[in-house]
């Protein structure tokens, strides 16, 4: 089990420090609006925009405190390093760093052969550049789902998250299943505002409890899948781009899997189990550390 070399920092300490973070990222959310914006949706404008500001700033303070609370003496390695904000060297660094978004890929296999079939994939019939891509990806929204959220989680509760806890000399198995906890309880606050948003009312309680449960669920279970990854390969580019593809492709739906014809609902169905055992099958292979030469926090031997 991969261990920090020596406890720079104490375990308690550092998941304080990790409570913070969640806190500091999720606070802004609250700091940075008037009493107009908070009668808004969390899609309007003026909300974006708030929130962008408040989780660029928590970006900016969650590395300083990394660089404060880990010690210098402790590693050889730059602040850079310790964050996976390092870039590839080479092609084949590059092509190492590309892996997990192709393993990404294949876990979604079954909802890609689904959009073929739709003819909704790049270059078919019903896919529009200017309207799948240069509409969402330039719109306030686009921006926040597929850029800004990846690029600010990932960096706060995946790099700065883990470069305290292994510092505090806690296991592996820690770091991967453990910390996702805190990245899956900040998405948490949405439920105060799905309470208000769906009537406040006891049935809002309800619908909000199950789909904060649900979310807890799938965004922790992401968090282990990006966590290992990180952990893997050492950069925090992977779990950048992993995120933003899932965002992208959204929770798998499907419901309109009935509406195809028989051979092709069985492929579809086909592809959804074969995604899932090719993604076991290659998930080390296409995480090797030695793809990107050599992880911090994975060590060869381990």
């Known amino acids: 089990m991969v261990k920090a070399l020596q406890n720079d920092i104490s375990p308690s300490i550092a998941n304080v420090v990790c409570i913070a973070f969640a806190f500091i990222y999720i606070a802004g959310?609250?700091?940075?609006?008037?009493?107009?914006?908070a009668k808004l949706s969390r899609n309007h404008p003026t909300v974006i925009r708030n929130r962008i500001k408040a989780v660029t700033f928590a970006s900016i303070v969650s590395p300083l405190l990394v660089w404060f609370i880990v010690p210098s003496h402790s590693t050889n390695h730059s602040i850079f390093q310790i964050l996976g904000l390092s870039l590839p060297y080479s092609v084949s660094e590059l092509i190492g760093l590309i892996g997990p978004v192709l393993l990404t890929a294949i876990l979604f296999l079954g909802p890609l052969v689904q959009l073929y079939f739709e003819e909704n994939l790049l270059f078919q019939n019903n896919f529009d550049f200017g309207r799948d891509v240069k509409d969402v990806f330039f719109s306030l929204l686009g921006q926040r789902n597929y850029v800004v959220a990846p690029v600010t989680e990932e960096f706060v509760f995946?790099?700065?998250?883990?470069?305290?806890?292994?510092?505090?000399?806690?296991?592996?198995?820690?770091?991967?299943?453990?910390?996702?906890?805190?990245?899956?309880?900040?998405h948490l606050h949405h439920a105060w505002e799905?309470?208000?948003?769906?009537?406040?009312?006891?049935?809002?309680l309800q619908l909000v409890l199950l789909s904060s449960l649900f979310q807890f669920c799938?965004?922790?279970?992401?968090?282990?899948?990006?966590?290992?990854?990180?952990?893997?390969?050492?950069?925090?580019w992977p779990p950048i781009l992993c995120h933003s593809f899932c965002n992208i492709m959204g929770f798998p739906d499907v419901s309109d899997i009935q509406l195809q014809p028989p051979i092709k609902r069985a492929v579809i169905m086909c592809s959804f189990v074969i995604g899932v055992i090719l993604f076991y099958w290659?998930?080390?292979?296409?995480?090797?550390?030695?793809?990107?030469?050599?992880?911090?926090?994975?060590?060869?031997?381990?």
């Not at 959310?29 to 914006?37: Q, T």
């Not at 510092?167 to 299943?177: K, R």
């Open 218 to 236: 799938y965004t922790t279970i992401f968090g282990w899948y990006v966590s290992f990854t990180f952990l893997r390969l050492g950069s925090i």
């Open 158 to 186: 995946r790099s700065c998250m883990i470069a305290v806890l292994y510092h505090a000399g806690l296991s592996t198995t820690y770091l991967i299943f453990v910390s996702p906890m805190y990245f899956g309880l900040a």
């Open 194 to 204: 799905n309470y208000n948003q769906w009537g406040a009312n006891r049935k809002a």
């Open 282 to 302: 290659l998930l080390y292979p296409l995480t090797n550390p030695s793809n990107v030469g050599g992880s911090l926090y994975w060590p060869a031997s381990a």
């Open 29 to 37: 959310f609250y700091l940075f609006r008037d009493a107009i914006s």
